[in-house]
């Protein structure tokens, strides 16, 4: 916990406009200063921020307070992340009282990767090694400067082979702290080596700046055949959830709008020398879903620029759907001879990229369109799959108006009716429908049959409850009824049957003799039988005698009884439709039917204290 004395000398310092200006691009206004919002698209500022009450207002999204306040809705901070943030901006140091554990291994962690990446920077630039290959490389073969060099930290791993897990003990960490930070390995001959070494490092900060972990460039292919290898996965450093250079973009892809996505940590480096600064990496990994969602915080509006060769063309592909599903706007870079951002950044003057960029970037249509006609030419059976896929695609698109734009675009490129693309994306959904329901109903299948014992297991307890407690009165708002009265009542509304026969004769039974009794106790009040169910005794069903929290207990059972009930009926429906269902408004009936049986069962489940 920080200090109370520590959280006001951090907000006395900091400087709002200052510290949003990180963020948003500020223009002078009388006493305040005002921008564009980051949190909606628009072209009047309408984010006010005042210096002198050290708060802002953003009028178009209603969001507002003071700079803590911005930090945890624009950077998605915690409270105490962004006192940290601030912290570490304007050099105060933060007096803690008490922290948890998690927290202590975290800080440790962050301490060890930013030791290591002192220690990096120190071979890069003070010793003969590092000077002879890392700077050597990186100035003479990737035509780096030193600025750009030192603005992202770069540095080197020597050749030795635990140096860097020696010096890091030296500084108190213990051996365990620096291999779970992913900088050092345990071998099986009790020695501990580290992980990089003879490479260049690639810092990892994340949004605050702190470094997470680093990746490592061989330049020696004799001594490794891998020419990147990344940090181990930590409490802080998972690979598919960060994007390399995102710390140092993320000012520029608010103020353009828009993200560059490039492959490789030497792309964004090239660029960023270049002067495009809103682009970030995803780091050597395949893209996933949250770093897509890492780049959508910031804005709504991709360039993929992918490399040029087969392996960047076929990640551009398996990207497109990914992001169209994010409801992000999509543009692809068409590169096909082989060369990547480092080289076209080198080969361009800054005006002649803009105009190349113009010239060569696509909406998804065209894109696979190009690449139909670059590699398979005229061949039918080829453009058909073409087809299916551009459909595939559009498929995800959830915006209405988008998704027609882009039939008229395929239509258009592909010289095919759109009568007969509508006909064939509509198929497509059928079959995608079909394929979920498909899925849906195994997992339902396993659910139910892993679920059956636990079904029976309520019937039992059902009819225990019956044949124990089926007279007990319990108590309800409106009045009290007893216990049989309440199970038949349920059993009438949803229309309940138990699984097995027997229990279900049981309980026929006893609702029959429950029915005589009390038109016997209506006939003659005076002579009033006690309802009894010891004869169940004598046909070997046991019966016991515990009545406590008779009411909790009944309405538990009951609700656990519809839930799997209503279940069941979800996974019928699901097979019908598979099976029968043809027209649309069938299907139109069945999904209205699903949504309302959902929505019961969450219901039920709400009731239950469960979470859906």
Not at 424 to 431: A, C, D, M, P, V
Request: net charge positive.
């Amino acid at each position: 916990m920080i200090s109370k004395e520590t959280v006001k000398k951090i907000l006395s310092i900091s400087c709002i406009e200052d510290v949003i200006g990180d963020f948003v691009e500020l223009k002078k206004s009388g006493f305040n200063y005002r921008g564009l919002s980051p949190f909606s698209n628009e072209k009047t500022p309408s984010l006010i921020v005042s210096p002198t009450k050290k708060i802002w207002k953003d009028f178009s999204s209603g969001k507002g307070g003071n700079i803590l306040t911005f930090l945890m809705e624009h950077e998605h901070f915690t409270y105490k992340e962004s006192l940290r943030f601030l912290a570490k901006k304007y050099d105060v140091k933060i007096d803690e009282i008490e922290d948890n554990k998690d927290n202590e291994e975290e800080e440790k962690l962050y301490l060890i990767q930013d030791y290591a990446k002192r220690f990096f920077i120190h071979q890069l630039y003070d010793t003969k090694e590092g000077q002879k290959n890392g700077l050597n490389y990186l100035i003479q073969k990737r035509g780096f400067d030193i600025k750009i060099i030192q603005k992202f930290e770069l540095g080197y791993a020597p050749i030795s082979c635990n140096l860097l897990t020696k010096t890091v003990s030296k500084q108190g960490f213990k051996i365990r702290d620096i291999q779970q930070s992913g900088l050092t390995v345990f071998r099986k001959t009790n020695h501990f080596f580290d992980c990089f070494r003879q490479r260049v490092m690639f810092p990892i900060h994340n949004l605050s700046g702190k470094v997470i972990g680093f990746g490592g460039r061989n330049i020696n292919s004799v001594y490794s055949s891998t020419k990147y290898i990344n940090s181990s996965e930590s409490n802080i450093f998972q690979k598919s959830k960060i994007l390399y250079g995102l710390f140092q973009a993320k000012k520029n892809i608010l103020k353009e709008n828009f993200c560059y996505l490039v492959e490789g940590y030497t792309d964004v480096i090239s660029l960023h020398q270049f002067g495009i600064k809103n682009v970030v990496s995803s780091s050597g990994i395949s893209l996933t879903v949250d770093q897509i969602l890492l780049i959508k915080k910031f804005t709504k509006n991709i360039v993929l620029f992918y490399d040029g060769d087969r392996s960047g063309i076929k990640a551009s592909l398996r990207g497109i759907n990914m992001i169209l599903e994010q409801e992000m706007n999509l543009r692809i870079l068409f590169i096909y001879n082989g060369e990547d951002p480092d080289f076209i950044s080198k080969k361009y003057s800054f005006s002649q990229f803009k105009d190349f960029v113009a010239k060569n970037s696509y909406n998804f249509v065209s894109f696979k369109q190009k690449i139909y006609e670059k590699f398979h030419k005229d061949d039918p059976i080829k453009k058909s799959f073409l087809v299916k896929n551009i459909l595939n695609s559009i498929s995800k698109i959830s915006n209405i108006i988008q998704k027609e734009l882009y039939l008229q675009e395929a239509s258009k490129i592909l010289n095919i009716r759109q009568k007969i693309l509508i006909s064939e994306l509509r198929r497509i959904k059928e079959k995608n429908a079909h394929k979920f329901s498909s899925i849906q109903i195994k997992r339902d299948s396993k659910f139910f049959f892993k679920k059956r014992n636990t079904l029976l297991l309520l019937e039992e307890e059902l009819i225990q409850l019956i044949l124990n407690h089926g007279n007990k009165i319990i108590k309800k708002k409106a009045h009290n009824t007893t216990v049989i009265e309440e199970v038949l009542r349920v059993f009438k509304s949803y229309n309940l049957r138990f699984f097995l026969k027997k229990n279900q004769e049981i309980f026929n039974q006893v609702c029959l003799r429950n029915k005589q009794i009390i038109s016997s106790n209506s006939s003659n009040k005076k002579n009033t039988k006690s309802y009894s169910l010891s004869k169940w005794d004598r046909k070997g069903i046991q019966v016991s005698s515990q009545e406590d929290h008779m009411n909790q207990y009944i309405h538990d059972v009951l609700l656990r009884y519809k839930s799997l009930h209503i279940s069941k009926l979800i996974q019928k429906e699901i097979i019908h439709y598979q099976n029968y269902l043809t027209k649309d408004e069938d299907r139109e009936a069945f999904f209205k039917k699903i949504m309302y049986l959902t929505n019961v069962k969450n219901e039920l489940h709400k009731k239950l204290h469960r979470y859906v």
